[in-house]
């Protein structure tokens, strides 16, 4: 069974590690794209709204892709608790292990949450 966690969390790794330069590469692009449709019509309404704020942009697609992982991240911890606490047959210290990783992975995703919520409130702010 401990192989079997350890895997998951393994392949649990490898596609964050996996989605986070995919997220932060179509963020260039976008970024790219904006830049050559500026450089035709600067003018415009979207080109002065994106050159606003440039660096607070990084910062919270940065950070709004780091919290996306650790949101991830603890979805699959509830998932591997859960599993834990279904195959733990009775014994104490397993179950109670398993609800303290169920616990401890809510407590994450209510963090990101807030954290998520209070970063996109100060980068509203500046």
């Known amino acids: 069974?401990?192989?079997?966690?350890?895997s998951m969390v393994a392949i649990?790794?490898?596609?964050g590690v996996i989605a986070f330069p995919v997220v932060t590469m179509s963020?260039?692009?976008s970024a790219q794209a904006l830049k050559d449709a500026c450089s035709s019509d600067p003018g415009s309404t979207l080109c002065q709204e994106g050159s606003n704020?440039?660096?607070?942009?990084?910062?919270g697609t940065v950070v709004n892709t780091l919290l996306y992982i650790i949101g991830a991240v603890?979805?699959?911890m509830i998932i591997?608790?859960?599993i834990r606490y279904t195959v733990s047959g009775g014994d104490s210290?397993?179950?109670s292990a398993a609800k303290n990783t169920i616990l401890y992975a809510i407590i994450g995703l209510a963090v990101a949450f807030f954290?998520?919520?209070?970063?996109?409130?100060v980068l509203d702010i500046f």
């Open 27 to 29: 963020s260039t692009a």
């Open 53 to 59: 704020g440039n660096v607070s942009s990084i910062i």
């Open 115 to 121: 954290a998520y919520a209070i970063v996109n409130w």
């Open 1 to 6: 069974m401990k192989k079997l966690i350890k």
């Open 12 to 15: 649990a790794v490898v596609v």
């Open 74 to 76: 603890a979805v699959i």
């Open 93 to 95: 210290s397993a179950v």
């Open 80 to 82: 591997i608790a859960g």
